[in-house]
C-alpha cells in the first residue's frame, strides 16, 4: 500500500487537525484575495505561515524528511520523543533489576569499578538499553544509587547503605515466615491503557499487522493479590482510570486501596497471612503524624495536645519543634493506616525495600499480563469493554504453576542478595575507611584513570577475602 494511503488509515491527533485547519483558512484568504500572501520562492515561509508552525521547526522536518526520503522512503515520519512521557518510562522501568545485577557483576565478577560511561556500554550490549548516559544516570540516583569518592577522589557506584540495610531485614524476616509455613500474598496495583499492544511485528506493503495508536484515551486499573498458590480467589479489581462513578473512583488511592483491601482481600485469604507491599503513598499514610519543620503552627500544638504532651500553645514554632522532636516515636515505629487494618484482622505486614519491585513476584505476573493483552490487541485502541474483557481474560490465563515459578525466580533473587550484600557491605567498608571519608555529589567523572581504580578495588576485594570468616 502506497504512503498516502497508509496515511488515509491513520487517526489523526488534535494538532494534525489544527494544522489542517491552518492550511485551509489560509488557502481560503488567498482564493478570496486572488493572490499568494507570499512569493513561491519563499519556501519555507510559506509552509510556516500555511500551518502555523516555526520556521525553525519547519526546516529542521524538513531536514529529517530529505533524510528519511534517502534512507526508508516507505516510512513515515516518527514522533519526537516527549519529555515527560520518557520521564514517566524511566520511573517506571521495569528492568531495573537487570541494572543491579550488572553494576554487581562490574565489582563481584569483572572486578572493576563501573562509570555511567562503561554501564552504558555493557547495558547495550545486554538489553539494548535505548537511553542515553544523562538518562541513565538519573536512572541510578533515583533508584538507590550515588557517587561516593574513593581512594584517589574518583567516584564509585554504591548502593545506600539504608537500602542495603532494609534488604537484609526484609530477606530475613521473609526466610523466617517461610519456615514457619505461613501463607505469603503478594499485593500490587498495575494499570494498562486501550493502546497497549506490540511496538514492532512481522508486516509487509500489503499487511500492515499491529496498528500502534498516538496516544491513549483509556486506562483500566488493575488490583490483585496471589501468593504460590496463584491468584487470591475473588480478590481482583478492575475500574476505569479518570471515572468518577461507581464504588472506585477515578484513581488509586487511600480510600480506594483501603476499600479494597478490607472488602476483597482481608474476607479471601487464610488467617495469620503475611501480606508483602511496596511502599506506595496510598500504602504509607500515617496515623498521628509527627509534624516536621515546615508543618504549620496549627498542626503542632494539635499533636502535642492529642499526644498529652505539656506545651505552651503561645510558643515560637521553633519551640514547639523542640518539644515535638524530643517526643516524637523512634523514625522505625511509624504507624500507618494499612499496617493497623491489617494487623487487626490478624495479619502481618511486610514491606518491601524501596526501588526492589524484582522482589515481588507479582511484577512477574503483571508482565504476562500485559504481554496477554498486546498480543490480543492488533488496532491500538479497544473500546474500554473488550479492554476490560482482555483483562480478565489475561488474569484466568495465569496458572498456579507460573505463580509458583515466579515465586520460586523471586526466592533464587533473594538469596543471590543475601550472598552477594555481605560481600558489597565489606568492600564498600573497607572503600570508605580507605578514602577517609565520603561525597554525595552526583557528578560523574572521566575515565582517565581506570587502570588506577581497577588496582585499588581488586585490592579491595582481595582484603575481604583474606578477612576471617
Known amino acids: 500500500m502506497e504512503r498516502n494511503q497508509f496515511l488515509h488509515r491513520q487517526a489523526l491527533s488534535g494538532q494534525s487537525r489544527e494544522i489542517i485547519a491552518n492550511v485551509y483558512r489560509v488557502c481560503d484568504e488567498e482564493a478570496l484575495a486572488n493572490a499568494f500572501k507570499l512569493p513561491?520562492?519563499?519556501?519555507?515561509?510559506?509552509?510556516a505561515l500555511y500551518t502555523g508552525v516555526s520556521k525553525d521547526r519547519v526546516s529542521q522536518i524538513h531536514k529529517e524528511d530529505m533524510k528519511r526520503q534517502a534512507e526508508h522512503p516507505d516510512q513515515m515520519l516518527s514522533s519526537p520523543p516527549n519529555k515527560k512521557s520518557r520521564i514517566c518510562l524511566f520511573r517506571d522501568f521495569d528492568d531495573f533489576s537487570?541494572?543491579?545485577?550488572?553494576?554487581?557483576?562490574?565489582?563481584?565478577?569483572?572486578?572493576?569499578?563501573?562509570?555511567?560511561?562503561?554501564?552504558?556500554?555493557?547495558l547495550r550490549e545486554i538489553m539494548n538499553f535505548p537511553?542515553?548516559?544523562?538518562?541513565?544516570?538519573?536512572?541510578?540516583?533515583?533508584?538507590?544509587?550515588?557517587?561516593?569518592?574513593?581512594?584517589?577522589?574518583?567516584?564509585?557506584?554504591?548502593?545506600?547503605?539504608?537500602?542495603?540495610?532494609?534488604?537484609?531485614?526484609?530477606?530475613?524476616?521473609?526466610?523466617?515466615?517461610?519456615?514457619?509455613?505461613?501463607?505469603?500474598?503478594?499485593?500490587?496495583?498495575?494499570?494498562?491503557?486501550?493502546?497497549?499492544?506490540?511496538?514492532?511485528?512481522?508486516?509487509s506493503n500489503e499487511v500492515f499487522g499491529v496498528v500502534s495508536n498516538?496516544?491513549?484515551?483509556?486506562?483500566?486499573?488493575?488490583?490483585?493479590?496471589?501468593?504460590?498458590?496463584?491468584?487470591?480467589?475473588?480478590?481482583?479489581?478492575?475500574?476505569?482510570?479518570?471515572?468518577?462513578?461507581?464504588?472506585?473512583?477515578?484513581?488509586?488511592?487511600?480510600?480506594?486501596?483501603?476499600?479494597w483491601l478490607e472488602e476483597k482481600l482481608l474476607p479471601n485469604i487464610p488467617q495469620n497471612s503475611v501480606i508483602i507491599l511496596d511502599n506506595a503513598p496510598y500504602h504509607s499514610v500515617q496515623e498521628n503524624k509527627v509534624p516536621t519543620k515546615s508543618s504549620i503552627k496549627k498542626d503542632m500544638t494539635e499533636w502535642l495536645t492529642k499526644n498529652g504532651i505539656q506545651h505552651d500553645p503561645a510558643a515560637r514554632k521553633w519551640e514547639l519543634f523542640?518539644?515535638?522532636?524530643?517526643?516524637?516515636?523512634?523514625?522505625?515505629?511509624?504507624?500507618?493506616?494499612?499496617?493497623?487494618?491489617?494487623?487487626?484482622?490478624?495479619?502481618?505486614?511486610?514491606?518491601?525495600?524501596?526501588?526492589?519491585?524484582?522482589?515481588?513476584?507479582?511484577?512477574?505476573?503483571?508482565?504476562?499480563?500485559?504481554?496477554?493483552?498486546?498480543?490480543?490487541?492488533t488496532t491500538g485502541d479497544l473500546a474500554m469493554?473488550?479492554?476490560?474483557?482482555?483483562?480478565?481474560?489475561?488474569?484466568?490465563?495465569?496458572?498456579?504453576?507460573?505463580?509458583?515459578?515466579?515465586?520460586?525466580?523471586?526466592?533464587?533473587?533473594?538469596?543471590k542478595f543475601w550472598e552477594t550484600d555481605q560481600i558489597m557491605e565489606e568492600v564498600e567498608q573497607l572503600i570508605i575507611t580507605n578514602a577517609g571519608g565520603n561525597d554525595d555529589s552526583d557528578d560523574d567523572s572521566s575515565d582517565n584513570d581506570e587502570e588506577s581504580d581497577k588496582e585499588n578495588y581488586i585490592q579491595a576485594l582481595e582484603n575481604v577475602d583474606q578477612e576471617p570468616g
Open 40 to 47: 513561491l520562492k519563499r519556501k519555507i515561509d510559506r509552509v
Open 98 to 122: 537487570i541494572i543491579r545485577r550488572t553494576i554487581n557483576n562490574f565489582y563481584l565478577e569483572l572486578k572493576m569499578v563501573p562509570t555511567v560511561n562503561k554501564l552504558l556500554i555493557k
Open 131 to 203: 537511553y542515553s548516559r544523562e538518562t541513565l544516570r538519573k536512572l541510578l540516583k533515583a533508584n538507590g544509587f550515588y557517587f561516593r569518592k574513593c581512594q584517589n577522589k574518583r567516584k564509585i557506584l554504591v548502593e545506600r547503605p539504608a537500602i542495603l540495610h532494609w534488604r537484609y531485614k526484609y530477606i530475613r524476616a521473609i526466610r523466617k515466615y517461610r519456615e514457619e509455613g505461613r501463607n505469603i500474598v503478594y499485593l500490587d496495583e498495575t494499570w494498562v491503557d486501550n493502546d497497549l499492544t506490540f511496538g514492532k511485528c512481522w508486516q
Open 214 to 259: 498516538i496516544r491513549a484515551n483509556g486506562r483500566l486499573v488493575i488490583v490483585h493479590a496471589g501468593s504460590q498458590s496463584g491468584f487470591i480467589h475473588n480478590a481482583g479489581l478492575v475500574f476505569k482510570a479518570g471515572q468518577a462513578s461507581g464504588d472506585y473512583h477515578g484513581q488509586m488511592n487511600k480510600a480506594n486501596f483501603t476499600k
Open 322 to 377: 523542640e518539644i515535638i522532636q524530643r517526643n516524637k516515636p523512634p523514625s522505625d515505629e511509624k504507624n500507618y493506616v494499612v499496617d493497623r487494618i491489617i494487623r487487626t484482622h490478624g495479619h502481618v505486614v511486610l514491606r518491601t525495600p524501596p526501588y526492589m519491585c524484582e522482589l515481588n513476584p507479582i511484577e512477574l505476573v503483571w508482565a504476562q499480563l500485559k504481554n496477554y493483552i498486546r498480543s490480543h490487541n
Open 385 to 415: 469493554k473488550n479492554l476490560a474483557q482482555l483483562v480478565q481474560d489475561g488474569i484466568e490465563s495465569i496458572t498456579p504453576l507460573h505463580w509458583a515459578n515466579c515465586c520460586k525466580h523471586v526466592m533464587e533473587i533473594e538469596n
